[in-house]
């Protein structure tokens, strides 16, 4: 067994570190404020390759692992989960989904632009549309239609929360073709935003994540052509499940980083601050709760790698991915919490940036699976 990272990791480590540090740091509380899409953040980050680790150098990708892409999300979650969950849904979400499962032409004509995050020196993004108003944990209920008419699909219906809304150029749309099927009759399809019929709805106000863009999509008699449904029919679940799979990796990295971020202001807060004549580092009230975010970071981490390590090898990885998921995201939770607890009054406020972090930290626990779907998985694994 080996738990030392690479060269190469710690490379990459190090680059999304100053990355994040030096892009992401400056103005992440006004773009909190404003409900800004850190849109500058994120072509710099293609600049680097990181819109696109994880995809084969052939389509455009940096060709890397996902124990790489654990770490790049870590570094940037610290700071930014705004980039992160924009970085992770291309990722993992969309990306993967069409390199593992989409044909040749299908890979060179959406593929490439994505894994570099831009075309023709536009922004080039894709966002994951399962989520539906009445479609939520419970994924297999899609109300969205696609009509078989022959040479096209003919789409109808409305998808909610999605990452990368308006940004988009690019969405992955799953739609039942067949309701009698069930989840069988459900198919996926590369839909391009600048379709007639496509509409995007008003930017939520959200309680985290507040840079990122997150709308209603929908679709009024949106001609899809055949050659777009990816994979054979009926395919469209397994796709969306699959994905998740891997999209879990990247929120629970997400969740890391952002336990790590506020650990880490917690920690240096406690050094400077003094309380009743000492640093409050001193007071054992103080170092008990610093005790138990750096070991609960710990094991999130070891989930995330675990898991990134399995991907990487071919093992089935969806146990440990929900297992990482929910460790991750209820560990978020609880130090950013804490964090803020370490700061006092000073917590409360902006400046000290953990408040921000508690309230991104509520989502790891919401989206790509709620933790009440990842006990779900992991029962039903367990169980079997
Ligand atoms: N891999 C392959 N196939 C799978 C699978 C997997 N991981 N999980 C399920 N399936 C298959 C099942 O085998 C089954 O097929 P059969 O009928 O042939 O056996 C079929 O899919 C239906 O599965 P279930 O019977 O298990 O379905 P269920 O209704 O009990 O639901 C669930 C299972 C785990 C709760 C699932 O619905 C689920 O994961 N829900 C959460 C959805 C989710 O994560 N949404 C996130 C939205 S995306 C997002 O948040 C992105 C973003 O913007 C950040």
């Not at 536009?122 to 994924?139: T, W």
């Not at 406690?270 to 580092?281: L, P, T």
């Not at 006092?344 to 000290?352: I, L, N, P, R, S």
């Amino acid at each position: 067994m080996q738990f030392q990272l690479s060269e190469e990791h710690l490379m990459i480590q190090k680059a999304a570190r100053d990355f994040a540090n030096t892009e992401c740091l400056p103005g992440v509380i006004e773009r909190d404020e404003h409900q800004k899409f850190p849109k500058e953040q994120i072509m710099k980050l293609a600049e680097l390759g990181f819109m696109g680790m994880m995809v084969s150098p052939d389509y455009g990708g940096s060709g890397m692992d996902t124990v790489s892409y654990v770490l790049a999300m870590e570094e940037i979650s610290k700071v930014d989960a705004s980039v992160s969950v924009c970085m992770s849904v291309n990722n993992s979400l969309v990306s993967w989904g069409l390199e593992a499962f989409g044909n040749e032409e299908q890979k060179k004509k959406y593929l490439t632009p994505l894994a570099q995050g831009q075309k023709d020196g536009e922004l080039y993004i894709g966002a994951f549309l399962l989520s539906e108003p009445e479609a939520g944990s419970d994924a297999t209920s899609q109300r969205t239609t696609a009509e078989d008419k022959g040479d096209y699909y003919l789409l109808n219906g409305i998808k909610n929360w999605i990452t990368n809304g308006s940004s988009a150029s690019v969405y992955l749309v799953m739609a039942q073709t067949d309701v009698a099927k069930g989840p069988k009759g459900i198919n996926v399809f590369i839909v391009e935003k600048a379709w007639p019929g496509v509409t995007v709805g008003a930017k939520e106000n959200k309680l985290g994540i507040r840079g990122s863009d997150t709308h209603s999509i929908s679709f009024t008699d949106v001609k899809v052509p055949k050659e777009n449904r990816i994979g054979a029919d009926g395919f469209g679940f397994t796709f969306a499940m699959k994905t998740l799979s891997g999209g879990r990796i990247g929120i629970a990295s997400q969740a890391l980083g952002i336990a790590s971020g506020a650990y880490e202001r917690a920690l240096a807060y406690s050094k400077q601050r003094k309380a009743f004549g000492k640093e409050i580092m001193h007071h054992q009230a103080i170092q008990f709760k610093l005790a138990d975010m750096a070991t609960r970071i710990e094991a999130s981490r070891l989930l995330c790698l675990k898991a990134a390590w399995e991907k990487d090898n071919g093992i089935d990885y969806t146990l440990s991915s929900s297992m990482a998921k929910v460790y991750a995201s209820e560990t978020a939770m609880w130090v950013s919490t804490e964090a803020v607890q370490v700061h006092g009054g000073y917590g409360y406020v902006k400046e000290f940036h953990v408040e921000r972090l508690m309230r991104d930290a509520k989502i790891t626990q919401i989206y790509e699976g709620t933790s009440e779907v990842q006990r779900i998985v992991i029962s039903r694994a367990i169980l079997k």
